[in-house]
């Protein structure tokens, strides 16, 4: 079942640590979605849009960055991406699943970095006006699991870098986010396979959000 006409979309984000599974629960939600029958856009963070996809080259490929001037950067790139990618397609009614978003911030540059909460708020003022997200699934999982996930891969380095203590503290924080905020927040065990990731998300969005998928 479609949408009534002028509704607006449903703005959904994944959060977690690396290799907690949110790429992968990004393509399946947004078909699950889309075979429903729902419009449905699957975008991601650092970039979303052209000037925000520049900006994710300039984080990831530069740095260390100092926390504040980090934080500033996701920032700038996510107002892109707000403004020319996430607003219009919210207001033409499609649904937006966004792999990783503000929360990252306060997660990585916050609890990971030492940025304070108070500069992230005033980040968040400024780059989003009053949007939030309808839901945040938060893709648990102890960041070990997250590091042989990305291991089995070949793509450690980001792990290599930043230490055991860097990413037990970006997962607390997470659950801390999710702690402050049970309305919008709902924490999935990302230790399930693929399946019961999925399967999760959808219990959460139906109960959350109040559709049939
Ligand atoms: N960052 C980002 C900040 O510091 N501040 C910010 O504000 C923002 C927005 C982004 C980096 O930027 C930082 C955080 C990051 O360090 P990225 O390349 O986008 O870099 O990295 P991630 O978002 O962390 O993406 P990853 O690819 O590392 O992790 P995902 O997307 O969580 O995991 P995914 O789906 O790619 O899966 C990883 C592997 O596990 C398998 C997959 O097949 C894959 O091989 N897998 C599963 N295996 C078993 N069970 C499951 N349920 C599985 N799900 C996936």
């Known amino acids: 079942m479609g949408p009534e006409p002028g509704t607006r979309g449903r703005f959904i984000t994944l959060e977690g640590g690396e290799g907690a599974g949110k790429t992968t629960l990004s393509r399946a939600l947004t078909a699950k979605l889309a075979a429903e029958g729902l419009p449905v856009l699957r975008t991601r963070e650092p970039g979303g849009a052209p000037g925000a996809e520049a900006v994710r080259g300039l984080i990831l490929g530069h740095g260390p960055w100092d926390p504040v001037a980090e934080a500033m950067l996701h920032f700038a790139a996510r107002r892109e991406h707000v403004a020319r990618t ?14 990783r978003f503000a ?63 860097f990413h037990a503290r970006v997962r607390a924080a997470f659950l801390a986010i999710a702690a402050h905020e049970p309305g919008r927040c709902a924490v999935l065990d990302a230790s399930r396979g693929p399946q019961e990731v999925l399967d999760l998300s959808l219990a959460a969005i139906r109960e959350r959000l109040g559709i049939a998928a």
């Not at 996430?86 to 792999?99: F, K, N, S």
Request: charged share 25%; proline share 5%; net charge negative.
């Open 103 to 165: 929360d990252s911030t306060l997660a990585y540059q916050g609890a990971g970095q030492g940025l304070s909460r108070e500069v992230w708020e005033t980040l968040c003022d400024l780059a989003l006006g009053t949007l939030r997200p309808d839901l945040t699934l938060v893709l648990d999982l102890p960041p070990e699991r997250g590091m042989g996930r990305a291991l089995a891969r070949g793509d450690a380095n980001r792990y290599e870098m930043q230490g055991a203590d």
């Open 86 to 99: 996430i607003l219009p397609a919210l207001e033409a009614g499609i649904w937006v699943v966004c792999d």
